[in-house]
């Protein structure tokens, strides 16, 4: 523990230790994540508490401001989000409660996955009633259209050496109108935009914890349920994806949100919207690796690659794009 932000992070610690009656010698690294933030656990002797977050997130990279704007909203939600006790804006410093170390990925198995699902469609449902305008930033066709590019720019050229054709360029073009026009077509809500097994937590009360959510917009109401059952970290039987759906679907419309009459109409936005993001992983993960030098997501493509495979086959207007992509499984192979 040499580094500046390191030294600059133990002074202010030790302004805090009276209060929150922190043991100094116990920080340890809890986390990181595929941004400039980490994450660092320490104990205390504080009975509510035991042991505290800190989140170290470098100004210049990673402001506070949304992560403070969004944890706020979603609290007001009743959503189980970290508690902000202390901060430091200027050094990009927030000390939290602790939602635990045993996320959904970790813990999820056949047995308890319909009680896990339940209890994060509940939470999903919870935020998206919150939902105002004008109040996070719009999901709008210019970053849904960036968000795309990453796919060909990072994925195709960069990490697959693939030079698309003027005529293949051309079908993507049509795909990703296609895909945009869906989504910019459904109904807009809170989304978080990470809601998934690495980012929910198992708690005890009010479960699950949600973490992860700095990036949250106002966007498609089939977003979150996309990350969360078509998981870059973990995939399940069609069959099940499909019942949990249609569970959010049905306690989505009985609480009010602004879901289609028609479950296929909501089951064919939750595929199209699912290949929106699975494009964007597929460049993000090209990406951390050949730009930031991180490889942990190397081992995460072909999950997605599958799923983007899968969806794009089902519809007979993104069979060229279902081509393509399955090119990339061959050119790897």
Do not use: C
């Amino acid at each position: 523990m040499t580094d500046s932000r390191l030294n600059t992070l133990h002074n202010w610690l030790k302004g805090l230790q009276p209060s929150w009656q922190l043991d100094l010698d116990t920080l340890a690294p809890a986390s990181a994540d595929a941004s400039f933030r980490r994450y660092f656990r320490i104990e205390s002797k504080n009975p509510d508490f035991r042991t505290l977050i800190i989140m170290d997130a470098p100004p210049q990279h990673e402001p506070l401001d949304s992560f403070i704007h969004v944890d706020l909203l979603l609290s007001e939600a009743t959503l189980n989000v970290p508690k902000i006790l202390e901060k430091d804006i200027a050094n990009g410093f927030l000390l939290l409660n602790d939602l635990g170390n045993e996320t959904y990925l970790e813990k999820l198995n056949n047995e308890n996955a319909d009680d896990l699902y339940k209890d994060a469609t509940h939470a999903l449902v919870k935020m998206q009633l919150a939902t105002k305008p004008n109040v996070l930033p719009t999901y709008d066709e210019a970053l849904l259209k960036r968000e795309l590019d990453l796919f060909p720019d990072w994925y195709l050229k960069k990490h697959l050496n693939i030079e698309l054709s003027d005529f293949q360029q051309a079908q993507i073009k049509k795909s990703f109108e296609l895909i945009i026009d869906n989504n910019l077509s459904q109904a807009k809500v809170y989304v978080h935009r990470d809601y998934h097994s690495r980012n929910l937590m198992v708690t005890k009360t009010n479960n699950p914890g949600v973490i992860d959510f700095q990036d949250a917009v106002y966007g498609p109401i089939t977003y979150d349920a996309s990350s969360l059952w078509r998981d870059a970290y973990i995939a399940w039987p069609e069959e099940r994806v499909i019942d949990w759906v249609i569970k959010f679907w049905e306690e989505g419309r009985k609480a009010g949100l602004p879901m289609p009459n028609d479950f296929g109409q909501f089951y064919r936005d939750f595929e199209w919207m699912g290949l929106q993001r699975h494009l964007k992983v597929l460049g993000i993960f090209a990406r951390l690796f050949h730009r930031d030098g991180k490889d942990g997501y190397l081992k995460d493509i072909p999950l997605v690659l599958e799923y983007a495979i899968a969806t794009a086959s089902r519809y007979i207007e993104l069979k060229p794009l279902a081509r393509i992509l399955e090119s990339t499984r061959i050119n790897k192979e």
